[in-house]
């Protein structure tokens, strides 16, 4: 079981250099079994490229290495605080994809402008506060996962699958690591059409909320009717 | 007949993927026979890389599919409406790449400001108004392909073979695939670069009309003479 | 001879192609072979991948086609009006590169801010006036290469090796159709990071006349040191 | 020991070309052996992708080619004049890449709006002055590295390791080639996030000095926690 666990949080961390959004080290993912209460994460600094599901660093909950021979990604502690808050989330992804994290470093939450992005993220994609002096000094990095948990306020995280963590960049999850990888990709192409489109009309108005609901229920809601169904291929 | 149908429908979704126009599953392209009254078009959901002919799924006009395993586009109600107003179109491609995207989630026409552009967009690319709540409610898909037959107001589609719907994304068709797909690229080909030259001058004016019918001409009128002559290879 | 012509124009084609400045069929280069009057240029329409020496169009500097079973590219008469009117001048090339045509479209000229740039243009590359309505209706192509020549008027025009059509796209040129596919992407690089720059810096200055003048002179000039002597490899 | 420098001066340049940050032969590389007092730097002109470690040419500290057939980069006495004044500096490179240049031209600093910046660069990358007209006339390469020796004005320069040339371009450094290299793609992911930043968010603030701080010493610090401990792989 844990070794499937691996195994997903490798190809992951592979598909994020793939899709294009990862730069040198700068980015990571990791896969969760909630049953088993374990993590499996990027080794810190190492580059993706080379990375094998052996090099996965399976860690507990509370933040303590399970397995692994080298050390977990020093943002280990920001994806762990988001299991521990968010029910129902297996994948966390954190990129600094150039679109994106530009909508971080502006402070600026990510409007919904398309049905595309609507699809995925029905509503502005919210930015954190800055941390504090304090939050930096110590846990920083736990810190970084608290400020996202404290900006959802109980709201179903997986109604809204990202955050912009304000001077530093996206994060993003899902049911699976391979979905947290999707809404990566999607977060990075609905902001940089974002940024395309306010160029061309800084006063732009999001979709109505009756287009929102539409796009998301057509694709999540109970009478979905986007893709296959499910005994299909 | 039905096999080449399938075969061109598969090759201009290939052809979307190829030319960068689309994105995950962010998009579609069909094919319509016509005299049989069927259109073949991408199934919804599956990703692009390994569609196979056999994939296509065949509606009629109506709606109802004729042949196929899979559930097809939810964008083909919008395709067919396209196919029932608008003759002479043998292919619809909708994409959301990302300039002309930003034009449409902006609500603003495409200008046209450069001489490739007119030789396949001679005029501004019009934009739809956007859908109201119980269009959005119910016959959605079908009701977005309306909204661009109604801006049409009878102008001979061929003329202007692309539409912007309001924020959603562009749709594009030819007498063929194969053509809407090329209408696709040229109509992102000419959004970014009329992004990059608003940028430069915001109060730029369009051609002059003069201009925009030499274009069009020298490429599509009775005298044309851009290409090589029809018997030539 | 002329076939060496041929296989010099259809290799600035294909580079063309090579370094991403030819989207379609939208772009074209030309060889000139001055003691013998004679032009090789691409064939109208024809998809760039499948170029073929024997492809090329041989035509005089009067503009009748000598050798070649195609038509020649429509912006033929433009290549021609810039070989009769500049000596020296070898290779002509046309491309719609989207930052350079940006400027074009946008009726700016580019300024130079850069040194890179001014390695190769000396000053800002100039932008003609649009063409009026007789000019467009008879003989357009032509009027094309003249009106880039009448804004040069006289200037030595290897000196500055390009022109931005307005409402059209840039013309490079030089000793060589190697020399001129050069230029089209430096053009491309430096008007891409002009567009960066104004939008940094709304009111930056171009270079210092003296700036210029040393970094044209280093390698151009008869003092320069720039790349290795003639007698090295 | 002088093969050595060779390689990694080689592979430096090489690298610039493989990140997408050299078009032409529009920057360099160089590797520096601080006991020996020489420099390996790319020969002038050449195309990167053909370069060879036995094309590299060894110079001393002053200048003097000690070995090699070909010319030195026509920037060698930029990066000479940096060797000379940062102890401690192994590797120079010089790129135009397309964002980070337009900071250069603009005459703007880079500042550190985002936390993977402050990773490698906690603060703003200074701009320089323009140089004089007598700068330019005589020893123009030497007088570049010179107006970045001065803007540093005794800074510890691996603190720092870049700066924007104004009206020209970025100079990056480190202990080694490698990681010069490393400063120049960092530099540009950095610009390029930094546009679109500046785009949203005209009057942004940088980061505040405690994050700064914080980033870079994790990772450069006494106690840095990020990457794997020496020991391991």
């Given at each position: 079981?844990?070794?499937?666990?691996?195994?997903?949080?490798c190809?992951?961390?592979l598909?994020?250099?793939?899709?294009?959004?990862?730069v040198?080290?700068?980015?990571?993912a990791?896969?969760?079994?909630?049953?088993?209460?374990?993590?499996?994460?990027?080794?810190?600094?190492?580059?993706?490229?080379?990375l094998?599901?052996?090099?996965?660093?399976?860690v507990?909950?509370?933040g303590?290495?399970v397995?692994?021979?080298?050390?977990p990604?020093?943002?280990?502690?920001?994806?762990?605080?988001?299991?521990?808050?968010?029910d129902?989330?297996?994948g966390?992804?954190?990129?600094h994809?150039?679109?994106?994290t530009?909508?971080?470093?502006a402070?600026?939450?990510?409007?919904?402008?398309?049905?595309?992005?609507?699809?995925?993220f029905?509503?502005?994609?919210?930015?954190?506060?800055?941390?504090?002096?304090?939050?930096v000094?110590a846990?920083?990095?736990?810190?970084?996962?608290?400020?996202i948990?404290?900006?959802?306020a109980g709201?179903?995280?997986?109604?809204m699958?990202?955050?912009?963590?304000?001077?530093?960049?996206?994060?993003?999850?899902?049911?699976?690591?391979a979905?947290?990888?999707?809404?990566?990709?999607?977060?990075?192409?609905?902001?940089?059409?974002?940024?395309n489109t306010?160029?061309?009309?800084?006063g732009?108005r999001?979709?109505p909320?009756?287009?929102?609901?539409?796009?998301f229920?057509?694709?999540h809601g109970?009478?979905?009717?986007?893709?296959?169904?499910?005994?299909?291929?």
């Amino acid at each position: 079981m844990l070794d499937d666990l691996r195994e997903k949080a490798c190809r992951a961390n592979l598909d994020l250099v793939r899709h294009g959004l990862v730069v040198l080290t700068f980015g990571n993912a990791s896969a969760c079994d909630r049953k088993a209460g374990i993590m499996a994460i990027k080794p810190s600094g190492l580059a993706h490229e080379s990375l094998r599901p052996e090099d996965m660093v399976l860690v507990d909950l509370d933040g303590r290495v399970v397995e692994g021979r080298l050390r977990p990604s020093s943002d280990a502690p920001a994806h762990l605080a988001l299991y521990r808050a968010f029910d129902g989330v297996g994948g966390v992804c954190h990129v600094h994809s150039p679109a994106a994290t530009a909508f971080a470093q502006a402070g600026r939450p990510l409007p919904c402008l398309g049905t595309t992005q609507a699809d995925y993220f029905p509503g502005p994609v919210p930015v954190t506060r800055l941390l504090r002096k304090r939050e930096v000094e110590a846990d920083y990095e736990r810190n970084t996962g608290r400020v996202i948990v404290e900006r959802f306020a109980g709201r179903p995280p997986l109604e809204m699958p990202a955050a912009l963590v304000a001077g530093h960049g996206p994060f993003t999850w899902g049911r699976t690591a391979a979905e947290a990888v999707i809404h990566a990709l999607v977060l990075e192409f609905a902001a940089r059409t974002a940024l395309n489109t306010i160029r061309l009309n800084p006063g732009v108005r999001p979709l109505p909320a009756y287009l929102l609901r539409k796009h998301f229920e057509r694709k999540h809601g109970p009478k979905a009717y986007y893709g296959q169904s499910k005994e299909k291929p």
